[in-house]
């Protein structure tokens, strides 16, 4: 079973930077894909990008360029570095785990990911 809890979230001016961590324990987070996800209220799950245990990254098409996922395996820590931040990027982020894939990490279907942390949020004004 993974456990995982993120950090880093709060209110930031349109433009700015932020960057999440997501600190994962049990026995088999590190052997699983991770990955970030956010949710606008109101609105359905979106998936920002997924990291394998090399530390590989794949990203949801629409998130591409203004999101870096990166991962510490000594850590047992993966980040969210977040630029250029926008009005619409204000939304709950979750950091997830696939403890069924090691490689090959998906984020257009978030069926896999059965482990959640309870969220941060962030907020960005204009």
């Known amino acids: 079973q993974v456990q995982l809890v993120e950090y880093g979230g709060g209110s930031i001016q349109s433009g700015g930077s932020l960057r999440l961590s997501c600190e994962a324990s049990?026995?088999?987070?590190?052997?699983?894909?991770m990955a970030w996800i956010r949710q606008v209220a109101g609105r359905e799950r979106e998936g920002i990008a997924a990291?394998?245990?090399?530390?590989?990254?794949t990203y949801a098409d629409s998130m591409k360029g203004r999101f870096t996922i990166s991962r510490d395996v000594a850590k047992n820590t993966v980040y969210l570095q977040m630029n250029n931040l926008r009005p619409e990027d204000t939304a709950m982020y979750y950091c997830?785990?696939?403890?069924?894939?090691?490689?090959?990490?998906?984020?257009?279907?978030?069926?896999?990911?059965?482990?959640w942390g309870q969220g941060t949020q962030v907020a960005v004004s204009s």
């Open positions: 049990g026995i088999t987070a590190s052997s699983s894909c």
């Open positions: 990291v394998d245990i090399d530390g590989r990254p």
């Open positions: 997830a785990a696939d403890s069924g894939r090691a490689y090959g990490c998906r984020i257009g279907d978030l069926r896999p990911y059965r482990a």
